[in-house]
Protein backbone atom coordinates (compact mmCIF):
# COMPACT_ATOMS: atom_id res chain seq x y z
CA UNK A 1 0.00 0.00 0.00
CA UNK A 2 3.14 2.71 -0.78
CA UNK A 3 0.88 4.36 -2.86
CA UNK A 4 -1.54 5.31 -0.26
CA UNK A 5 -0.86 8.53 1.95
CA UNK A 6 -0.13 7.05 6.09
CA UNK A 7 -3.15 7.01 7.97
CA UNK A 8 -2.99 10.16 10.13
CA UNK A 9 -0.88 9.92 13.70
CA UNK A 10 -3.59 8.35 16.22
CA UNK A 11 -2.79 9.86 19.50
CA UNK A 12 -4.59 6.79 21.98
CA UNK A 13 -2.88 3.67 22.03
CA UNK A 14 -4.57 0.79 20.29
CA UNK A 15 -5.55 -0.96 24.05
CA UNK A 16 -7.36 2.29 25.49
CA UNK A 17 -9.04 2.51 21.94
CA UNK A 18 -9.99 -0.63 22.16
CA UNK A 19 -11.23 -0.55 25.79
CA UNK A 20 -13.69 2.34 24.86
CA UNK A 21 -15.41 0.33 22.29
CA UNK A 22 -16.17 -2.80 24.23
CA UNK A 23 -17.12 -0.25 27.26
CA UNK A 24 -19.78 1.16 25.08
CA UNK A 25 -20.75 -1.21 22.12
CA UNK A 26 -23.97 -2.63 22.59
CA UNK A 27 -22.28 -6.43 22.41
CA UNK A 28 -24.23 -7.34 19.36
CA UNK A 29 -21.34 -8.37 17.17
CA UNK A 30 -18.68 -9.90 17.87
CA UNK A 31 -14.89 -7.91 17.30
CA UNK A 32 -11.32 -9.18 15.77
CA UNK A 33 -8.96 -7.60 18.30
CA UNK A 34 -7.65 -5.95 15.46
CA UNK A 35 -7.60 -2.14 14.71
CA UNK A 36 -8.71 -1.21 11.24
CA UNK A 37 -7.14 1.84 9.51
CA UNK A 38 -6.37 1.76 6.27
CA UNK A 39 -7.39 -0.24 2.92
CA UNK A 40 -6.34 -0.13 -0.34
CA UNK A 41 -7.61 -2.96 -3.26
CA UNK A 42 -7.24 -6.32 -1.75
CA UNK A 43 -4.98 -5.11 1.61
CA UNK A 44 -6.47 -3.90 4.60
CA UNK A 45 -3.95 -2.49 7.17
CA UNK A 46 -4.34 -2.11 11.32
CA UNK A 47 -3.15 0.91 13.24
CA UNK A 48 0.45 -1.30 13.84
CA UNK A 49 1.02 -1.02 9.99
CA UNK A 50 0.00 -4.93 9.84
CA UNK A 51 -1.05 -6.31 6.24
CA UNK A 52 -4.05 -8.09 5.67
CA UNK A 53 -5.23 -9.43 2.49
CA UNK A 54 -8.37 -9.36 2.59
CA UNK A 55 -10.20 -12.40 1.18
CA UNK A 56 -13.62 -12.00 2.64
CA UNK A 57 -14.51 -8.47 0.46
CA UNK A 58 -15.14 -6.27 4.01
CA UNK A 59 -17.76 -9.10 4.67
CA UNK A 60 -19.27 -8.83 0.76
CA UNK A 61 -19.51 -5.35 0.46
CA UNK A 62 -15.87 -4.63 -0.96
CA UNK A 63 -16.11 -6.30 -4.62
CA UNK A 64 -14.35 -4.22 -6.01
CA UNK A 65 -11.73 -3.68 -3.19
CA UNK A 66 -10.91 -0.54 -0.36
CA UNK A 67 -11.09 2.66 -0.91
CA UNK A 68 -11.16 2.83 -5.29
CA UNK A 69 -9.85 5.76 -6.69
CA UNK A 70 -12.49 6.02 -8.82
CA UNK A 71 -15.01 6.02 -5.92
CA UNK A 72 -13.12 8.11 -3.66
CA UNK A 73 -13.45 11.08 -5.92
CA UNK A 74 -17.08 10.65 -6.66
CA UNK A 75 -17.65 10.95 -3.59
CA UNK A 76 -14.87 13.80 -2.35
CA UNK A 77 -16.95 15.80 -5.90
CA UNK A 78 -20.22 15.07 -4.09
CA UNK A 79 -19.67 15.47 -0.20
CA UNK A 80 -18.38 19.12 -1.94
CA UNK A 81 -21.74 19.66 -3.55
CA UNK A 82 -24.94 17.71 -1.72
CA UNK A 83 -24.68 15.10 0.69
CA UNK A 84 -28.07 14.09 2.07
CA UNK A 85 -31.60 15.19 0.47
CA UNK A 86 -34.66 12.85 0.74
CA UNK A 87 -36.83 11.75 -1.86
CA UNK A 88 -39.44 14.50 -1.71
CA UNK A 89 -37.69 16.26 -4.55
CA UNK A 90 -35.51 15.40 -7.62
CA UNK A 91 -32.07 14.94 -7.71
CA UNK A 92 -29.27 14.30 -10.71
CA UNK A 93 -27.14 11.86 -8.62
CA UNK A 94 -30.24 9.71 -8.03
CA UNK A 95 -32.08 9.98 -11.56
CA UNK A 96 -28.85 9.10 -13.47
CA UNK A 97 -28.54 6.16 -10.58
CA UNK A 98 -31.87 4.59 -11.25
CA UNK A 99 -31.57 4.36 -15.12
CA UNK A 100 -27.71 2.80 -14.76
CA UNK A 101 -29.18 0.15 -12.38
CA UNK A 102 -32.22 -0.81 -14.50
CA UNK A 103 -29.58 -0.95 -17.51
CA UNK A 104 -27.85 -3.55 -14.95
CA UNK A 105 -31.27 -5.18 -14.18
CA UNK A 106 -31.95 -5.15 -17.54
CA UNK A 107 -28.65 -6.88 -18.67
CA UNK A 108 -28.52 -9.15 -15.22
CA UNK A 109 -32.04 -10.29 -15.52
CA UNK A 110 -33.82 -9.08 -19.07
CA UNK A 111 -37.54 -8.94 -19.31
CA UNK A 112 -40.39 -11.25 -18.09
CA UNK A 113 -44.31 -10.84 -18.98
CA UNK A 114 -44.44 -8.32 -15.90
CA UNK A 115 -41.81 -6.33 -18.28
CA UNK A 116 -38.46 -4.92 -17.13
CA UNK A 117 -37.15 -4.82 -13.71
CA UNK A 118 -38.02 -0.95 -13.60
CA UNK A 119 -39.86 0.08 -10.41
CA UNK A 120 -36.65 0.76 -7.72
CA UNK A 121 -36.73 1.44 -3.80
CA UNK A 122 -33.72 2.64 -2.76
CA UNK A 123 -32.38 2.32 1.21
CA UNK A 124 -29.42 1.94 3.28
CA UNK A 125 -29.09 -1.61 3.89
CA UNK A 126 -29.81 -4.86 2.38
CA UNK A 127 -31.73 -5.75 5.12
CA UNK A 128 -33.78 -2.56 4.65
CA UNK A 129 -34.33 -3.75 0.87
CA UNK A 130 -36.00 -7.35 2.34
CA UNK A 131 -38.03 -4.89 4.80
CA UNK A 132 -39.40 -3.72 1.38
CA UNK A 133 -39.69 -6.83 -0.52
CA UNK A 134 -41.86 -8.15 2.43
CA UNK A 135 -44.25 -4.93 1.89
CA UNK A 136 -44.55 -4.40 -1.38
CA UNK A 137 -45.37 -8.37 -1.46
CA UNK A 138 -47.96 -7.63 0.55
CA UNK A 139 -48.89 -4.12 -0.95
CA UNK A 140 -49.19 -5.79 -4.58
CA UNK A 141 -50.76 -8.82 -3.73
CA UNK A 142 -52.87 -8.38 -0.60
CA UNK A 143 -52.02 -11.67 1.22
CA UNK A 144 -50.15 -12.18 4.65
CA UNK A 145 -47.57 -14.87 3.99
CA UNK A 146 -44.22 -15.32 3.03
CA UNK A 147 -41.89 -18.42 2.13
CA UNK A 148 -38.49 -18.42 3.13
CA UNK A 149 -35.84 -21.63 3.19
CA UNK A 150 -34.20 -22.97 5.60
CA UNK A 151 -30.99 -21.71 6.69
CA UNK A 152 -31.52 -18.46 4.91
CA UNK A 153 -30.19 -15.45 5.75
CA UNK A 154 -32.36 -12.48 4.80
CA UNK A 155 -31.33 -9.74 7.46
CA UNK A 156 -31.69 -8.78 11.27
CA UNK A 157 -34.41 -6.24 11.23
CA UNK A 158 -37.65 -7.47 12.46
CA UNK A 159 -39.54 -8.39 9.01
CA UNK A 160 -36.08 -9.97 7.64
CA UNK A 161 -34.73 -11.49 10.89
CA UNK A 162 -38.42 -13.39 10.56
CA UNK A 163 -37.38 -14.66 7.08
CA UNK A 164 -33.72 -15.67 8.39
CA UNK A 165 -33.78 -19.22 9.85
CA UNK A 166 -31.17 -19.40 12.38
CA UNK A 167 -32.79 -19.72 15.84
CA UNK A 168 -29.56 -18.33 17.93
CA UNK A 169 -30.34 -15.05 15.72
CA UNK A 170 -34.13 -15.61 16.29
CA UNK A 171 -34.88 -16.54 19.70
CA UNK A 172 -33.86 -13.63 21.58
CA UNK A 173 -36.04 -11.74 19.94
CA UNK A 174 -39.40 -12.99 19.36
CA UNK A 175 -41.89 -13.05 18.86
CA UNK A 176 -40.95 -12.06 15.55
CA UNK A 177 -43.59 -11.01 12.69
CA UNK A 178 -46.46 -13.48 12.16
CA UNK A 179 -47.27 -15.24 8.74
CA UNK A 180 -43.54 -16.52 8.10
CA UNK A 181 -42.34 -20.28 7.21
CA UNK A 182 -39.34 -22.05 6.06
CA UNK A 183 -39.27 -25.05 3.48
CA UNK A 184 -35.85 -27.28 3.14
CA UNK A 185 -33.61 -25.18 0.18
CA UNK A 186 -33.07 -27.29 -2.64
CA UNK A 187 -35.56 -29.79 -2.25
CA UNK A 188 -37.93 -29.01 -5.73
CA UNK A 189 -40.72 -31.54 -4.27
CA UNK A 190 -41.41 -29.69 -1.17
CA UNK A 191 -42.24 -26.38 -3.20
CA UNK A 192 -45.81 -26.91 -4.83
CA UNK A 193 -47.76 -27.66 -1.07
CA UNK A 194 -45.78 -24.74 0.86
CA UNK A 195 -47.35 -22.11 -1.79
CA UNK A 196 -50.34 -21.18 -1.74
CA UNK A 197 -53.19 -18.50 -1.85
CA UNK A 198 -52.31 -16.97 1.19
CA UNK A 199 -48.42 -16.83 -0.19
CA UNK A 200 -47.60 -13.17 -1.13
CA UNK A 201 -44.02 -13.87 -1.49
CA UNK A 202 -41.12 -16.33 -1.83
CA UNK A 203 -37.69 -15.04 -0.80
CA UNK A 204 -34.79 -17.18 -1.77
CA UNK A 205 -31.04 -16.49 -1.92
CA UNK A 206 -29.51 -17.69 -5.46
CA UNK A 207 -26.86 -18.99 -3.20
CA UNK A 208 -26.98 -19.40 0.54
CA UNK A 209 -24.27 -17.22 1.98
CA UNK A 210 -24.36 -17.08 6.36
CA UNK A 211 -26.39 -20.43 5.67
CA UNK A 212 -22.86 -22.14 4.53
CA UNK A 213 -22.01 -21.44 0.86
CA UNK A 214 -24.84 -23.98 -0.65
CA UNK A 215 -25.56 -22.91 -4.67
CA UNK A 216 -29.16 -22.91 -5.63
CA UNK A 217 -29.92 -25.88 -8.21
CA UNK A 218 -32.03 -24.84 -11.33
CA UNK A 219 -34.56 -27.39 -10.85
CA UNK A 220 -35.39 -25.86 -7.18
CA UNK A 221 -35.49 -22.23 -8.66
CA UNK A 222 -37.46 -23.41 -11.30
CA UNK A 223 -39.81 -24.97 -8.86
CA UNK A 224 -40.43 -22.14 -6.93
CA UNK A 225 -41.35 -19.70 -10.08
CA UNK A 226 -43.52 -22.36 -11.16
CA UNK A 227 -45.20 -22.69 -7.30
CA UNK A 228 -45.76 -18.60 -7.58
CA UNK A 229 -47.06 -18.65 -10.91
CA UNK A 230 -49.44 -21.33 -10.27
CA UNK A 231 -50.67 -19.31 -6.95
CA UNK A 232 -50.16 -15.64 -7.72
CA UNK A 233 -47.39 -15.50 -5.46
CA UNK A 234 -44.42 -13.09 -6.17
CA UNK A 235 -40.43 -14.23 -6.34
CA UNK A 236 -38.48 -12.52 -4.78
CA UNK A 237 -34.38 -12.93 -5.06
CA UNK A 238 -32.06 -11.55 -2.41
CA UNK A 239 -28.78 -10.55 -4.03
CA UNK A 240 -27.47 -8.76 -1.10
CA UNK A 241 -24.44 -10.89 -1.12
CA UNK A 242 -24.73 -12.49 -4.73
CA UNK A 243 -25.03 -9.41 -7.11
CA UNK A 244 -22.68 -7.28 -8.60
CA UNK A 245 -20.29 -9.98 -10.22
CA UNK A 246 -19.90 -11.85 -7.18
CA UNK A 247 -21.28 -15.34 -8.99
CA UNK A 248 -19.55 -14.55 -12.51
CA UNK A 249 -22.82 -12.81 -13.42
CA UNK A 250 -23.92 -9.80 -13.00
CA UNK A 251 -26.38 -11.22 -10.04
CA UNK A 252 -26.08 -15.02 -8.74
CA UNK A 253 -29.86 -15.85 -10.41
CA UNK A 254 -28.73 -14.81 -13.79
CA UNK A 255 -26.97 -17.99 -14.39
CA UNK A 256 -30.88 -18.89 -14.84
CA UNK A 257 -32.08 -16.75 -16.94
CA UNK A 258 -31.49 -18.90 -20.40
CA UNK A 259 -33.55 -21.55 -18.66
CA UNK A 260 -36.41 -19.16 -18.17
CA UNK A 261 -35.98 -17.72 -14.43
CA UNK A 262 -37.41 -14.30 -14.00
CA UNK A 263 -37.71 -13.37 -10.47
CA UNK A 264 -40.28 -10.57 -10.03
CA UNK A 265 -38.06 -8.82 -7.29
CA UNK A 266 -34.46 -8.73 -6.58
CA UNK A 267 -32.87 -7.56 -3.39
CA UNK A 268 -29.56 -5.19 -3.48
CA UNK A 269 -27.18 -4.28 -0.54
CA UNK A 270 -23.53 -4.75 0.71
CA UNK A 271 -21.30 -3.68 -3.03
CA UNK A 272 -24.38 -1.92 -4.52
CA UNK A 273 -22.86 0.82 -2.88
CA UNK A 274 -19.19 0.86 -3.56
CA UNK A 275 -18.62 1.21 0.27
CA UNK A 276 -21.68 3.38 1.58
CA UNK A 277 -24.17 2.03 3.10
CA UNK A 278 -26.95 1.40 0.49
CA UNK A 279 -29.77 -1.15 -0.64
CA UNK A 280 -31.99 -1.16 -3.27
CA UNK A 281 -35.37 -3.50 -3.80
CA UNK A 282 -36.11 -3.58 -8.07
CA UNK A 283 -39.45 -4.99 -9.32
CA UNK A 284 -41.04 -5.60 -12.43
CA UNK A 285 -43.02 -2.49 -13.88
CA UNK A 286 -45.76 -4.92 -14.48
CA UNK A 287 -46.23 -5.01 -11.05
CA UNK A 288 -47.35 -0.90 -10.28
CA UNK A 289 -46.05 1.08 -7.84
CA UNK A 290 -46.52 1.87 -4.29
CA UNK A 291 -48.94 4.69 -3.23
CA UNK A 292 -47.47 7.90 -1.99
CA UNK A 293 -46.28 7.63 1.29
CA UNK A 294 -46.55 3.80 2.30
CA UNK A 295 -42.84 3.49 2.65
CA UNK A 296 -39.37 6.04 2.25
CA UNK A 297 -36.71 6.68 4.52
CA UNK A 298 -34.43 9.44 4.97
CA UNK A 299 -31.65 8.46 3.68
CA UNK A 300 -32.85 6.49 0.73
CA UNK A 301 -31.38 7.75 -2.18
CA UNK A 302 -29.15 10.40 -0.81
CA UNK A 303 -27.45 11.89 -3.56
CA UNK A 304 -23.47 10.78 -1.48
CA UNK A 305 -24.62 6.87 -1.75
CA UNK A 306 -25.84 7.49 -5.23
CA UNK A 307 -22.87 9.01 -6.25
CA UNK A 308 -20.84 6.26 -4.70
CA UNK A 309 -22.87 3.74 -6.28
CA UNK A 310 -22.29 5.11 -9.47
CA UNK A 311 -19.13 5.39 -9.54
CA UNK A 312 -18.39 1.48 -8.66
CA UNK A 313 -20.91 0.62 -11.49
CA UNK A 314 -18.37 3.03 -13.56
CA UNK A 315 -15.37 0.35 -12.39
CA UNK A 316 -17.48 -2.44 -13.07
CA UNK A 317 -18.06 -1.62 -16.73
CA UNK A 318 -14.62 -0.17 -17.33
CA UNK A 319 -12.34 -2.75 -15.48
CA UNK A 320 -14.77 -5.43 -16.55
CA UNK A 321 -15.27 -7.03 -13.24
CA UNK A 322 -17.94 -9.46 -13.93
CA UNK A 323 -15.81 -11.22 -16.90
CA UNK A 324 -13.42 -11.08 -14.83
CA UNK A 325 -14.57 -12.91 -11.78
CA UNK A 326 -15.08 -15.68 -14.22
CA UNK A 327 -11.79 -16.81 -14.91
CA UNK A 328 -10.89 -15.50 -11.08
CA UNK A 329 -13.77 -18.01 -9.91
CA UNK A 330 -12.20 -21.02 -11.87
CA UNK A 331 -9.07 -20.46 -10.29
CA UNK A 332 -10.01 -20.18 -6.85
CA UNK A 333 -12.24 -23.59 -6.98
CA UNK A 334 -9.90 -25.50 -9.10
CA UNK A 335 -7.19 -24.74 -6.84
CA UNK A 336 -9.71 -25.15 -3.61
CA UNK A 337 -10.72 -28.67 -4.92
CA UNK A 338 -6.88 -29.55 -5.95
CA UNK A 339 -6.13 -28.81 -2.19
CA UNK A 340 -4.49 -31.83 -0.73
CA UNK A 341 -5.84 -30.57 2.97
CA UNK A 342 -6.31 -33.44 5.62
CA UNK A 343 -9.01 -30.20 7.65
CA UNK A 344 -11.06 -30.32 4.24
CA UNK A 345 -14.11 -31.90 3.67
CA UNK A 346 -15.74 -30.25 0.66
CA UNK A 347 -15.57 -27.60 -1.55
CA UNK A 348 -18.74 -25.55 -2.72
CA UNK A 349 -19.19 -22.29 -4.99
CA UNK A 350 -19.67 -20.73 -7.85
CA UNK A 351 -17.30 -18.00 -9.53
CA UNK A 352 -15.98 -15.85 -6.39
CA UNK A 353 -17.82 -17.05 -3.73
CA UNK A 354 -16.29 -20.24 -2.02
CA UNK A 355 -17.31 -22.31 1.21
CA UNK A 356 -15.01 -24.85 2.32
CA UNK A 357 -16.39 -27.28 4.43
CA UNK A 358 -14.21 -27.91 7.03
CA UNK A 359 -13.85 -31.47 9.35
CA UNK A 360 -13.55 -29.10 12.14
CA UNK A 361 -15.01 -25.69 13.99
CA UNK A 362 -13.82 -22.51 11.55
CA UNK A 363 -12.83 -20.44 14.50
CA UNK A 364 -9.39 -21.51 14.80
CA UNK A 365 -8.80 -21.55 11.29
CA UNK A 366 -10.18 -18.23 10.96
CA UNK A 367 -7.53 -16.95 13.89
CA UNK A 368 -4.68 -18.47 12.35
CA UNK A 369 -5.37 -17.57 8.97
CA UNK A 370 -5.31 -13.87 10.28
CA UNK A 371 -2.20 -14.34 12.34
CA UNK A 372 -1.13 -14.93 9.02
CA UNK A 373 -2.00 -11.88 7.17
CA UNK A 374 -5.47 -13.52 5.56
CA UNK A 375 -8.90 -11.53 6.53
CA UNK A 376 -11.30 -14.84 5.53
CA UNK A 377 -15.01 -15.35 7.17
CA UNK A 378 -16.82 -17.95 8.32
CA UNK A 379 -20.26 -19.52 6.74
CA UNK A 380 -21.88 -21.84 10.11
CA UNK A 381 -19.80 -23.38 13.05
CA UNK A 382 -17.69 -25.05 10.27
CA UNK A 383 -17.68 -23.62 6.93
CA UNK A 384 -14.60 -21.41 5.93
CA UNK A 385 -16.24 -18.52 3.22
CA UNK A 386 -14.08 -16.65 1.09
CA UNK A 387 -15.22 -14.01 -1.02
CA UNK A 388 -12.02 -11.92 -2.75
CA UNK A 389 -12.62 -8.88 -4.33
CA UNK A 390 -13.17 -8.97 -7.84
CA UNK A 391 -10.34 -6.80 -8.52
CA UNK A 392 -7.78 -9.02 -7.14
CA UNK A 393 -4.72 -10.24 -8.93
CA UNK A 394 -4.05 -13.68 -9.95
CA UNK A 395 -0.85 -13.41 -8.08
CA UNK A 396 -2.24 -12.10 -4.60
CA UNK A 397 -5.34 -14.78 -4.74
CA UNK A 398 -2.41 -17.21 -5.74
CA UNK A 399 -0.38 -16.24 -2.58
CA UNK A 400 -3.50 -16.15 -0.22
CA UNK A 401 -4.55 -19.33 -0.93
CA UNK A 402 -1.17 -20.98 -0.46
CA UNK A 403 -1.41 -19.63 2.86
CA UNK A 404 -5.43 -21.01 3.45
CA UNK A 405 -3.97 -24.41 2.14
CA UNK A 406 -0.89 -24.52 4.55
CA UNK A 407 -3.28 -23.54 7.79
CA UNK A 408 -5.83 -26.42 6.53
CA UNK A 409 -2.89 -28.46 6.93
CA UNK A 410 -1.54 -29.20 3.22
CA UNK A 411 1.49 -28.67 1.91
CA UNK A 412 1.03 -26.13 -1.59
CA UNK A 413 5.16 -26.29 -2.22
CA UNK A 414 4.51 -30.05 -2.96
C1 LIG B 1 -25.65 -9.27 4.39
C2 LIG B 1 -26.93 -9.88 3.92
C3 LIG B 1 -28.18 -9.33 4.28
C4 LIG B 1 -28.30 -8.16 5.21
O1 LIG B 1 -27.72 -7.00 4.72
P1 LIG B 1 -27.30 -5.83 5.77
O2 LIG B 1 -26.81 -4.72 4.89
O3 LIG B 1 -26.26 -6.39 6.67
O4 LIG B 1 -28.53 -5.46 6.49
C5 LIG B 1 -29.31 -9.92 3.76
N1 LIG B 1 -29.25 -11.00 2.93
C6 LIG B 1 -28.08 -11.54 2.57
C7 LIG B 1 -28.07 -12.71 1.64
C8 LIG B 1 -26.88 -11.02 3.06
O5 LIG B 1 -25.72 -11.60 2.72
Not at 79 to 96: D, F, G, I, K, W
Request: proline share 6%; hydrophobic share 40%.
Amino acid sequence: MSDRTVYPAETLSATSLMEMEDRHSSGGTTRRPVIMAQGSGCTVRDLEGREYLDLSSAQGWANIGHCHPTVTRAIEEQARCLVAQTESSYNPQRARWYAELAAILQEGFGESDRGALSKIHVCSSGTEAIEAAIKAARFFTRRPEIVACKRAFHGRTMGALSATWNPQYRQPFEPLVPGFRHIPYNEPAAVSEAVNENTAAVLVEPVQGEGGVHPASEEFLLALQKACRDKGALLVVDEIQTGFGRTARWFGGSHFIEAGFAPDMVAMGKSIGGGLPMGALAWRGGLGSLDAGTHGSTFGGNPLACAASRATFRVFREEKLVERAEGLGRFLLERLRSFRAPLLREVRGIGLIAGIELRQKVTPVLKELMQRGIWALPAGPTVLRLLPPLVISEEELDRGLRIVEEVLGGNPGR
